[in-house]
């Protein structure tokens, strides 16, 4: 019903920047909320952070101050802007597109793409 592309993975050196993309199209509703999840080796998937339609972030505090989370409804698209990178940021990228008024089980996810910060 929803697919979600991502893009901008790659390597980067620690202190460099990367910004990740993801495009949303099918049954899409204009009212939602699109954000980003990682997932360390060896480590569960957390929230890196998640925007509404309306413009409300959140951001987890390991990422606060250096990672902006923003998107174009018109283009139905969210953007991911890394900066001062760590190698704890490692992790694959895995895009979130959810509806408020919906179950999360409801919730669709994109394939993730690798993000890798060397020393």
């Known amino acids: 019903q929803v697919q979600l592309v991502e893009s901008g993975g790659g390597l980067v050196q620690a202190g460099g920047s990367l910004r990740l993309s993801c495009v949303a199209s099918?049954?899409?509703?204009?009212?939602?909320?699109m954000g980003w999840y990682r997932q360390a080796p060896g480590k569960q998937r957390e929230l890196v952070g998640t925007?509404?339609?309306?413009?409300?972030?959140n951001y987890a505090d390991s990422v606060k101050g250096r990672f902006t989370i923003s998107r174009d409804n018109a283009k139905n698209t969210v953007y991911l802007q890394m900066n001062s990178l760590k190698p704890e940021d490692t992790a694959v990228y895995y895009c979130?597109?959810?509806?408020?008024?919906?179950?999360?089980?409801?919730?669709?996810w994109g394939q993730g793409t690798q993000v890798t910060v060397s020393s």
């Open positions: 925007i509404s339609s309306a413009g409300i972030t």
């Open positions: 979130n597109y959810h509806l408020w008024y919906l179950s999360h089980e409801s919730d669709y």
């Open positions: 099918g049954s899409t509703s204009t009212r939602n909320v």
